[in-house]
């Protein structure tokens, strides 16, 4: 079909009824995240300029697609750039080494992020972050697993989906 021949699948974050439900996605955003296997960039209603980009990162094998994507693609070094990694509990030296992995890698691109660990709820920790650091952009792996927690499976997409407020360019 199209989404084989397409780089990049662009979707609306919410659909017919965005009028009248705010947090409410598209009924076929999901299906479509999560049965395709290119990028999917969800936007928000309101188009802002992008200029600060943070990728939510955990080793797993989509955000690994998700920093290859940046280092193959010029534009990123136009950007301020973030990589962010979350914790709950005790795995901070876990985190240490996964953002350390993320950094090395964007570096060895001549990408030159600054790098978070943050504590909480996976998905309070990324949308307060995407907030506070004035985001204009997240980059996610999607509906997959990772090493230190599986940061993006399941609803933990749909809910950063629904509660950061900016574009998200979701990875498989």
């Known amino acids: 079909g ?3 021949r397409a780089d990049l699948i662009l979707l609306g974050k919410r659909g ?12 076929m955003l999901e299906r479509v995240v999560r049965s ?35 280092a193959e693609n010029e534009l990123f070094r136009a950007f301020d750039l973030h990589v962010i990694t979350v914790v709950e509990g005790h795995q901070e030296d876990e985190a ?7 950094e090395r ?14 504590n909480g ?7 307060d972050y995407v907030k506070q650091a004035n985001l204009d952009l ?6 997959g697993h990772g090493r230190i927690r599986e940061l ?14 900016v574009p998200v360019l979701c990875f498989r």
């Open 36 to 70: 395709v296997k290119k990028p999917c960039l969800v936007t928000s209603r309101e188009f802002n300029p992008i200029c600060r980009v943070a990728i939510a990162y955990d080793g797993g094998a989509s955000c690994q697609r998700a920093l290859k994507f940046m």
């Open 96 to 102: 240490a080494d996964c953002l350390a992995e993320a």
């Open 138 to 143: 997240l980059i996610a792996g999607a509906y």
């Open 152 to 165: 993006l499976i399941g609803s933990t997409t749909t809910e950063l989906l629904r509660r950061c407020h």
């Open 2 to 4: 199209y989404a084989d």
């Open 16 to 27: 017919e009824n965005a009028n009248f439900a705010k947090e409410h996605l598209g009924s």
């Open 105 to 118: 890698l964007m570096n060895a691109a001549e990408l030159y992020p600054s790098c978070q660990v943050l």
């Open 121 to 127: 709820e996976v998905e309070t920790a990324i949308a």
